[in-house]
T-cell receptor, first 113, second 115 residues
């Protein structure tokens, strides 16, 4: 069975600084990896995904993530954080396009002005 | 493209009553719908998988008689919380995979409060 670990419950970063939200995964087979962001009482907004190809994936709102197969990681990054990036971030994995996503516990990002 | 509309956004109901949550795929055919539940400040937990025209598959520990899932058409899946109790209060989200580059589309979620 697949699983996702987000080791940090909370990440605090100053506005303008780079941010990283960590994610590691465990699957049997090739992973399909996703990052989503959630604002209070809202659904999930898609940021980016890795299916195959280049390990560095660029997504919405300036976010990017790097797939590292040897470390089974898919950390989310952004070069310069904005206060509006403050939200709850979820990493998720599946093993095929029609199987349910398995989510990490989420990481709350707080960007301080 | 690939939009899932979820209604209602929030609902308050009395203990013992039933509540129906609808998820409609607006511009694609959702043969599969995943239903998740999210407790405050926690992750999304898969409750069940519904497939159009067949019975839903429930995750271990989810009461299928309490959480009735119907997927009557390729554009509509519903979750009915029967005989609701305060412990059923939660945020419920549906999600459908779509064929565009292995994507998943999520509904906007339903905040259920049982009083």
């Amino acid at each position: 069975a697949q699983s996702v670990a987000q080791p940090e419950d909370q990440v605090n970063v100053a506005e303008g600084n780079p941010l990283t939200v960590k994610c590691t995964y465990s699957v049997s087979g090739n992973p399909y990896l996703f990052w989503y962001v959630q604002y209070p009482n809202r659904g999930l907004q898609f940021l980016l995904k890795y299916i195959t190809g280049d390990n560095l994936v660029k997504g919405s709102y300036g976010f990017e993530a790097e797939f590292n197969k040897s470390q089974t990681s898919f950390h989310l990054k952004k070069p310069s954080a904005l206060v509006s990036d403050s939200a709850l971030y979820f990493c998720a994995v599946s093993v095929a396009g029609n199987t349910p996503l398995v989510f990490g516990k989420g990481t709350r990002l707080s960007v301080i002005a | 493209g690939a939009v899932v509309s979820q209604h209602p956004s929030w609902v308050i109901c009395k203990s013992g009553t039933s509540v129906k949550i609808e998820c409609r795929s607006l511009d694609f055919q959702a043969t599969t719908m995943f239903w998740y539940r999210q407790f405050p400040k926690q992750s999304l937990m898969l409750m069940a998988t519904s497939n159009e025209g067949s019975k839903a598959t429930y995750e271990q520990g989810v009461e299928k008689d309490k959480f009735l899932i119907n997927h009557a058409s390729l554009t509509l899946s519903t979750l009915t919380v029967t005989s609701a109790h305060p412990e059923d209060s939660s945020f419920y989200i549906c999600s459908a995979p779509h064929g565009m580059n292995y994507g998943y589309t999520f509904g906007s979620g339903t905040r259920l409060t049982v009083v």
